[in-house]
């Protein structure tokens, strides 16, 4: 008897259904991973176009010429405030001529008292305030004085409060100022009387650039309440070169309106 099985016979059909069955299982993780891949890139496409468009729209809202975009109206630069850096100087006055409250002046009853000239040296040595140092209004000066020009300060001081009153002319060489000298002259007045130039201390500086400057220079003690008027008239009897610059004849004035409380 014999005992071996008797084979199968080949089935076609059933061999093709479990190949094609085999082959599906192992094909759809690779669609599913394509798939997942195609959507990340085009994702990342369209993040990449929007910030673009993004981009674009910023430059185009920050360098709109006009500042009254819709940039400048939700972003509005700061307003730069300037702080002085300094105390400003006087405020300085083109005065030529006399206004008319300056000319309807009442003299006063009693002069400013004039120190001697012991006095005068001593107030110069220690410090003490000029006259310009004390105004609140200040003239215009040129670089050439001409004739008739009038340069007004106007002050205002306490009865007590001493000054100095001065004028002072510099040449480029002791030689050019004493030269300079021979033709130029010299009128202090206070309140429309003058005052001989012996009482005033008389002083020649030299300064760093080599120039020298010859100073006239008297204290004022003391102030009656008033308006005073002091003058310096400088007078040229003919053409003066102080070494920079050439003035012609005539006389101009430095006036000062100082009044006392």
């Known amino acids: 008897m014999d005992n071996s099985t008797t084979p199968k016979p080949f089935d076609e059909d059933e061999q093709i259904e479990s190949t094609s069955a085999f082959n599906d299982d192992n094909l759809n993780p690779i669609e599913e991973t394509d798939a997942s891949k195609r959507t990340i890139i085009l994702a990342m496409t369209g993040v990449v176009i929007l910030g673009t468009c993004v981009l674009f729209?910023?430059?185009?809202?920050?360098?709109?010429?006009?500042?009254?975009?819709?940039?400048?109206?939700?972003?509005?630069?700061?307003?730069?405030?300037?702080?002085?850096?300094?105390?400003?100087?006087?405020?300085?006055t083109p005065a030529p001529n006399l206004t008319a409250t300056q000319s309807a002046w009442i003299k006063p009853d009693q002069s400013p008292i004039l120190g001697s000239i012991d006095d005068t040296q001593k107030a110069v040595e220690s410090g003490m305030g000029y006259l310009e140092t004390f105004a609140y209004r200040l003239p215009d000066m040129p670089e050439v004085n001409q004739p008739g020009d009038i340069y007004i300060y106007e002050v205002q001081l306490d009865q007590t409060e001493p000054a100095i009153w001065s004028y002072g002319w510099c040449a480029t060489t002791q030689v050019i100022l004493e030269e300079n000298f021979t033709h130029l002259q010299l009128d202090f007045i206070i309140n429309e009387e003058s005052k001989l130039l012996e009482h005033l201390f008389v002083q020649d500086v030299r300064r760093e650039d080599g120039s020298t400057c010859r100073e006239y220079t008297v204290v004022v003690n003391q102030w009656a309440q008033g308006q005073h008027q002091l003058e310096v008239r400088v007078t040229f009897t003919e053409p003066t070169d102080d070494g920079w610059n050439l003035y012609p004849a005539g006389t101009h004035t430095f006036k000062y309106i100082v009044t006392v409380n």
């Not at 920050?62 to 300037?82: C, D, G, V």
């Open 57 to 92: 729209a910023l430059a185009f809202l920050w360098f709109q010429p006009n500042e009254n975009t819709l940039f400048a109206k939700y972003f509005p630069s700061p307003t730069y405030t300037r702080v002085p850096t300094s105390i400003p100087a006087p405020t300085t």
